[in-house]
């Protein structure tokens, strides 16, 4: 992404650069994985520290999209997402009252585990010819402690303002794996 954005940079292409954190809605399937797991009783979460994760429900970013696409200046680089950071067990707790679940085990794994399995899953996906949704990139973002962004840019620039918190965010997404048998 840092490549990509560098060479955007000097291409002379205009252009705008979203910085999204964890974008989840219907069909997504790196949080689905979440999903299903709170939804059978258990919450996996990478390393001892608490971590604060910041979230987009998938319609508000592609609302930001076109409204800076409409009003923002060519060049400039936005931090989309909620405006609030959650913990793991603020997560936890929206997912599980989303599916209607009352007991979920928390289980937090320590960083050099998850990066084993990491390696492994990806040297695994490779032989069998399918991306692994757990990977060495995938570990990079997941070990980072602080996802809280501050989307006042975005705000001032072209009026960025998520519609969906988390958890209407959530129950929508819980809602629609559901109904297409996902969960």
Not at 135 to 149: E, G, L, P, S
Request: charged share 25%; with cysteine; glycine share 8%.
């Amino acid at each position: 992404k840092l490549k990509a954005e560098m060479w955007l940079a000097t291409c002379g292409i205009p252009n705008i650069i979203f910085r999204s954190t964890g974008i989840y809605g219907p069909r997504d399937h790196d949080y689905f994985l979440m999903f299903q797991a709170i939804g059978r009783g258990f919450d996996f979460s990478v390393g001892l520290r608490k971590q604060l994760l910041s979230f987009i429900y998938v319609e508000d970013l592609a609302r930001a999209v076109f409204d800076a696409l409409e009003k923002a200046p060519a060049g400039e680089t936005y931090n989309v997402a909620e405006p609030r950071a959650y913990t793991q067990a603020e997560f936890r707790v929206i997912a599980s009252e989303a599916m209607g679940r009352k007991g979920v085990i928390p289980v937090r794994m320590p960083l050099w585990a998850v990066r084993i399995v990491s390696a492994v899953a990806e040297k695994w996906g490779v032989a069998r010819g399918k991306p692994s949704t757990l990977n060495r990139d995938k570990f990079n973002i997941m070990r980072q402690r602080n996802w809280a962004v501050d989307v006042s840019k975005a705000r001032e620039a072209f009026g960025f303002s998520p519609q969906t918190d988390l958890r209407e965010g959530v129950r929508h997404t819980v809602e629609w794996y559901k109904k297409e048998g996902w969960l």
